[in-house]
């Protein structure tokens, strides 16, 4: 009966994802959307066929948002999930239909092989993490207590992490920048979300705060501690008025890889004479009329 439900829920998914994509897009013959959806087909399939055999108690933890989940959760929750809505109409309206950005070929397909590492990671940290739920809570109901085993050894929040790779790699998949927009509106929730559910479980999970002092970091390894993360608030706020090198600096620090690798991947578009032979990851040549 729980398989018959969960494969239900996956095709009433897959009509939605098909509508968002395509409807947007304007036509049906959208090669990219076609791509994507076959590949989120088959990573779908295989998740529900690994959890199945792996930890079929997720199907039931994670279907529903329990009430004593706490409200600003509950408000991130519902702002995710717009985020994640967003991604396939703005990619369909981009890509599919205004052609108002595009991508290389590469960069698609290394939103590919993110978003793979994306769907790997969060399996990981469910499978790991019995406590693996969609809302913040102490789960005092089923004995909850610190994980720290498997990607819990690495980092406090792998699950947020992984998320965080499966919303850019969805956005790099279907090829416009334009998706890059509530991919990373998505995944700044998760950063706040980080933040906020870590101090829930330093005042009100039993062991936590020793565990913290064991995995120094949250959300990246090697990235971001606690003395790192005030690094970045003092580069927000720091006042161009008192210390203007230093703010120069700490700027250039940040913006010139983004923009380095923006200028590597975005595309030129061709003179108004030409027209451009497109495949499903990008333009593959120019073509003179006349």
Not at 43 to 60: C, D, G, Q, R
Not at 68 to 73: A, L
Not at 188 to 199: G, H
């Amino acid at each position: 009966m729980q398989w018959r439900s969960t494969m239900s829920r996956l095709v009433v998914m897959l009509v939605i994802l098909a509508a968002l994509l395509f409807v947007p897009a304007g036509r049906i013959t959208w090669t990219r959307g076609w791509i994507f959806l076959l590949v989120f087909t088959l990573l779908m399939a295989a998740s529900i066929v690994y959890f199945t055999h792996a930890n079929p108690e997720m199907f039931v933890v994670r279907s529903r948002v329990h009430p004593d989940t706490k409200r600003w959760d509950k408000i991130v929750i519902c702002l995710l999930f717009v985020a994640i809505l967003a991604i396939p109409p703005v990619a369909g309206l981009d890509d599919g239909r205004f052609h108002w950005s595009s991508m290389s070929w590469w960069v698609v397909a290394l939103g590919y092989l993110v978003q793979l590492a994306g769907w790997i990671g969060v399996a990981w940290a469910e499978t790991v993490n019995r406590f693996f739920e969609p809302g913040v809570r102490i789960q005092t109901e089923r004995g909850h207590h610190v994980i720290d085993t498997g990607p819990y050894a690495l980092i406090r929040h792998p699950g947020y992490f992984a998320a965080v790779l499966l919303f850019v790699g969805v956005a790099l998949s279907l090829g416009p920048w334009c998706a890059l927009l509530p991919a990373g509106f998505g995944s700044l929730l998760l950063v706040l979300r980080t933040v906020w559910e870590d101090r829930k479980l330093h005042a009100e999970l039993p062991g936590y705060a020793e565990y913290a002092q064991r995995v120094r970091f949250r959300l990246v390894p090697g990235v971001w501690s606690r003395n790192q993360f005030a690094f970045f608030s003092e580069v927000i706020s720091c006042s161009y008025e008192h210390d203007q090198a230093l703010c120069r600096s700490r700027s250039m620090l940040i913006g010139l890889p983004c923009a380095f690798l923006l200028s590597q991947s975005v595309s030129v578009k061709p003179h108004a004479k030409c027209r451009s032979a497109r495949t499903p990851f990008g333009n593959a040549q120019s073509v003179k009329d006349g």
